[in-house]
């Protein structure tokens, strides 16, 4: 049997997607050549070189970390095609011309070897016309592999294969972007815009016209289709600036003359403005000027003021933004199905536009099938991954129920496939139900529910709802996720780390233990495993002067850090999105991490004025003490400790954590898949668990004391002199200090972890009472960002 290994990977065009895509190669692991057209100047690579830097200098970044580069090695296709003979993927990723593209091609089959695979990125010609004219082989390793921009951080990828196409090569394909690239992979027909693009651009193009139609401003309409319905904030009109206007009307346009039956799009009628705009060459964000436009007045916080295009009168002015009973509504609800239903209820023009937006959706969708997919779930698995939308066609219609969603269809004038109401007939009621803990879909051929494929290695905690936990509480849920694992759900707002956590976890512990369990996993399905400590319980204690209270809670924190650290059962955190403060103490007492490649991690208590003090400055003075070597020089190490929290580090992926020591080489890891990433802690735990060995709290510390107060307090000061930090900021970095160095012991000695928790909680206690420190804490609760004072 041939089995494909991928060593080294061509991407043939070096312009944002290409550049992009090889640095998620990259980051992936994987060897990288990226060519692109010769340059005439000295540097003959310098198209492909420039490309490139401007995609690394890119923020938020395109890389997981900045050392990927190395993997990556520049050329042009005169000088450098014939590299391809070595790669095991050649992607091709240049300008959307069909000639140009199969011009390519041509030269590719000169150097390729047989077998090996070579795909497109187009978003838009058909794959089948790509292939025209090519060889056999060429044709049986080819189809369109569509990645979406940036690539590092949607996780879509639809598979386009062509008849000729190996199903081997689809099969293949399908299973690696999942496993070692991270992508949700989406197997598509070869129909105009595939799946994510043929939905979400017509959708947006549904919302231009609604907009105008019931006398919306483009601001209230971005936050009724962007945060309200579970989408990204930049909406509808902003996200249409941001990728640029001209490629949005030039998709739908190609929609329009490639799609005759489509008749819902067919009907659809664009604003005046749009073809204003595009006439103007108001493209957006690339040409300054769009549905939006950045004025030099400036505001009361010294920020350039926005002003938006009335859709009416086609001019600029702040945003005419109406007092809706239904964004009012939208904010106040945090449960994506109630919140919706709640909008629904309300009787003004945002309830209308959202009321027409579904409607129109569902009725849409009903029809692409079996058109441009076989399945409901691979279309709402495109949308959410390659639109970042919270839910997917099918699951909103879904989440307030089919009959509602056909209502809602009808009321937008129009009507739905036949297949949904054979479907109710049949006495199926939903497009989607959950059994033993995996998900079904209804198949529109077989008209039955057949399992979601893809399930194997996730574990979803929502599809587990039937089960009864272990154990619960207001703020956390204790599951059985099989072969004798536990997993400690958080549920608390934003999972805000307070009391119930805290017992929670505790509890967690001690049932696992007495009752003979494998081990613990930590995880949730969240947006952000944890946004740190609850900032308001800690607030109220400090500013009404509880310091007995705050005591005991900060007391209950560590203790509860220990309790991870010394159970006598394997504990695994598995992490994503923001994990600050509290929830980087918690997962580095864990034994170990799986943290997915975008997990965002930083202690960052600085900014509300205190220290870690949940064991968090203790663990970085035992990592510290781990690190030291006989005979070294710890001055450096200790420096580069002290500047991570007292500066307050995020890393912006999981790899860039091991930098900042908030993961360890040695004990964690990090899954691209952030779907996998409960299941992967799980088979950690089971893996611990068969040697397992309880750890003892240590004592056997090593520590500077004096010798590295003084080192390090001179670092502060000299930051200080240089206006790059306050006064408070020294203060707070003084205490960051005398924790990491034991405090003011006369010379370096070993001491125990309880002692380095004692003057870590005094420590954190101490700046409580500070008045700078209370002003730190109460602006965030107001604003939500930190205050430098």
């Known amino acids: 049997m041939n089995k494909r290994r991928i060593r080294k990977i061509a991407v043939l065009g070096s312009g944002l997607m290409g550049s ?31 490309a490139l830097q401007k995609s690394l200098a890119n923020k938020p970044s395109n890389s997981f970390h900045s050392s990927v580069v190395k993997k990556i090695m520049t050329g042009n296709f005169t000088d450098d095609l014939s590299k391809i003979k070595s790669c095991d993927w050649i992607i091709e990723v240049v300008v959307e011309r069909l000639d140009i593209k199969q011009s390519l091609y041509t030269q590719v089959e000169q150097f390729r070897k047989p077998g090996t695979i070579i795909t497109s990125n187009t978003s838009g010609i058909p794959i089948n016309m790509l292939a025209e004219g090519r060889t056999d082989d060429f044709k049986k390793n080819f189809c369109g592999t569509h990645f979406f921009n940036p690539p590092r951080y949607l996780r879509l990828l639809e598979i386009i294969p062509i008849a000729e196409t190996d199903p081997a090569l689809v099969d293949f394909l399908m299973d690696f972007g999942q496993k070692f690239l991270g992508k949700q992979t989406v197997l598509c027909k070869d129909t105009p815009a595939f799946i994510a693009n043929r939905i979400g651009v017509v959708s947006m193009a549904k919302v231009f016209e609604l907009t105008a139609k019931l006398g919306l401003s483009i601001g209230d309409a971005d936050k009724l289709t962007g945060p309200a319905l579970g989408r990204p904030k930049s909406g509808t009109f902003r996200l249409t600036d941001v990728v640029g206007l001209d490629t949005a009307a030039f998709v739908i346009q190609g929609l329009k003359q490639n799609c005759p039956n489509d008749h819902l799009l067919q009907t ?4 005046e403005v749009v073809q204003y705009l595009v006439d103007q060459k108001w493209f957006g964000n690339k040409s300054g000027k769009g549905f939006y436009v950045k004025t030099e007045e400036k505001d009361s916080k010294g920020k350039n003021v926005i002003h938006s295009i009335n859709l009416s009168t086609k001019d600029y002015g702040p945003d005419a933004k109406q007092n809706l009973e239904s964004l009012g509504v939208s904010k106040q609800i945090e449960d994506l199905p109630r919140r919706i ?25 009903s029809f692409r099938i079996p058109e441009i997919s076989d399945s409901l779930y691979s279309i709402d698995a495109a949308l959410k991954n390659g639109f970042a939308w919270e839910l997917g066609p099918f699951e909103y219609w879904d989440s307030i129920g089919i009959e509602q969603g056909i209502e809602l269809a009808k009321m937008a004038g129009e009507d739905c496939a036949s297949w949904v109401s054979e479907m109710q007939s049949a006495g199926a009621n939903s497009f989607y139900k959950k059994e033993n803990g995996r998900l079904h879909y209804y198949d529109v051929s077989t008209k039955q529910y057949l399992i979601v494929p893809g399930q194997d290695q996730q574990i979803h905690l929502q599809y587990l709802n039937n089960t009864k ?12 996720i099989g072969d004798g694992v536990l997993c400690a759900e958080f549920k608390s707002k934003y999972n805000a780390i307070g009391e119930g956590i805290l017992r929670g ?10 009752l003979g369990w494998n081990g613990l996993v930590i995880g949730n399905h969240a947006t952000n495993f944890s946004v740190g400590a609850n900032l308001m319980m800690i607030g109220m204690l400090a500013f009404q002067q509880e310091y007995d209270q705050l005591d005991m809670a900060v007391r209950l924190f560590q203790q509860t850090s220990m309790r991870l650290r010394t159970s006598s059962i394997p504990v695994v955190a598995a992490t994503q999105g923001y994990v600050f403060g509290g929830g980087v103490e918690l997962s580095m007492h864990c034994d170990e991490v799986v943290a997915s490649a975008e997990s965002y991690i930083g202690l960052v208590e600085v900014g509300i004025g205190v220290i870690p003090g949940g064991g968090g400055t203790k663990e970085f003075a035992v990592r510290l003490s781990d690190q030291i070597k006989n005979g ?3 001055i450096p190490q200790l420096i580069d400790k002290f500047k991570v929290i007292a500066t307050a580090s995020v890393a912006t992926s999981a790899f860039e954590a091991f930098d900042y020591g908030y993961l360890l080489k040695e004990r964690d890891r990090v899954s691209l898949n952030s779907a996998t990433t409960i299941y992967q802690a799980k088979k950690r735990v089971l893996a611990l668990q068969e040697n397992y060995v309880p750890k003892s709290a240590r004592q056997d510390i090593h520590v500077l004391g004096k010798n590295g107060l003084g080192a390090l307090y001179a670092g502060a000061h000299s930051l200080f002199r240089a206006k790059y930090a ?6 707070i970095a003084k205490k960051v200090a005398h924790v990491l ?16 928790l004692d003057i870590e909680r005094e420590a954190f206690l101490s700046l409580c009472t500070e008045p700078k420190t209370l002003e730190r804490i109460q602006y965030m609760l107001e604003n939500n960002k930190p205050l430098r004072n």
């Open 726 to 731: 306050s006064e408070h900021d020294i203060k």
């Open 341 to 365: 239903q709640a909008i629904l209820k309300c009787k003004d023009a945002g309830a209308e536009l959202i009321r027409q937006t579904l409607g129109f959706l569902f009725a849409y969708s």
């Open 505 to 514: 976890l505790q509890e967690s512990v001690k049932i696992a233990e007495e």
């Open 268 to 271: 659809m009628q664009m604003p």
């Open 20 to 50: 992009g895509i090889a640095l998620h190669f990259a980051g992936a692991g994987f060897e990288v050549l990226l060519l692109d057209l010769k340059s005439e100047s000295n540097n003959p690579n310098q198209i492909v070189d420039a």
């Open 632 to 634: 070294e020089v710890i």
């Open 469 to 480: 936990p272990v154990y619960q509480n207001d703020e956390l849920v204790l599951h059985d």
């Open 741 to 756: 160095c034991g405090g003011e012991l006369s010379m370096p000695q070993q001491v125990s972890e309880q002692y380095l």
